[in-house]
């Protein structure tokens, strides 16, 4: 069980929201949220450096020189990686760095970094982000209130929170749809709307 505190607009206690849902510290699992982490990072790799092998080169069919007689060492091909021009020796091709991660580890590794940012004092739940869609008035909010840097995280993809926190510099805003783990471990504050939070847990409990 759970007792969080609940804001409303003006960042002002109002309440509580009480969940089934295991958030004390013995909850936080570092190697799940590491490897979470490092899942995410591995995806946003493109895997596009290539290089040309010696079989990729063009050219080459012709032995350059003689084989003997010139005091150099032999040689069979122009392509051939000790020649200038030639192809290179164990270069990165395409590849693929997704690493798979379990439907089990990913809800975990949400549950830590929840019960993480609870007992540090750094999730804010909101009953509800109210915004006029301007950044400098959500700035403004968010600094009033010691907020920043802190990730965002809203229950529709349509809030007008998330237009207005797109260019704060330490801030950034997410629908709870595309929630990432890692986001919320790179920001010290979680804001997040008492809607958004509810469906995390649901998807917890």
């Known amino acids: ?39 995410t990072l591995a995806s946003r790799r493109q895997g596009t450096a290539c290089t040309k092998n010696r079989a990729k080169v063009r050219g080459g069919g012709a032995k350059p020189f003689k084989q003997k007689g010139t005091g150099r060492a032999r040689q ?3 392509r051939s990686p000790l020649m200038v021009g030639g192809g ?22 949400t549950q830590a970094v929840l019960a993480d940012k609870l007992q540090a004092g750094k999730l804010f739940v909101v009953e509800s982000l109210e915004s006029d869609g301007k950044t400098k008035s959500m700035f403004n909010s968010l600094n ?6 802190g990730l965002v995280v809203t229950d529709s993809k349509d809030s007008p929170a998330l237009r207005a926190t797109k260019n704060i ?15 919320a471990v790179k ?4 804001i997040i709307e008492k809607a958004a939070l509810e469906k995390l847990l649901g998807k917890l409990g």
Request: proline share 4%.
């Open 1 to 39: 069980m759970a007792d969080i505190t609940v804001l409303n607009t003006k960042f002002e206690k109002s309440g509580s929201l009480n969940t089934a849902v295991d958030l004390s510290a013995d909850s936080i699992n570092v190697p799940v949220v590491h490897q979470m982490v490092k899942a």
């Open 76 to 78: 069979g091909s122009s």
């Open 88 to 109: 290179t020796t164990f270069g990165p091709t395409p590849r693929d760095y997704t690493q798979k991660v379990n439907k089990k580890m990913a809800l975990k590794a």
């Open 144 to 149: 009033g209130k010691n907020l920043l840097p």
């Open 169 to 183: 510099r330490n801030a950034k805003a997410l629908s709870v749809e595309g929630f990432s783990v890692y986001e």
């Open 187 to 190: 920001f010290e504050n979680l």
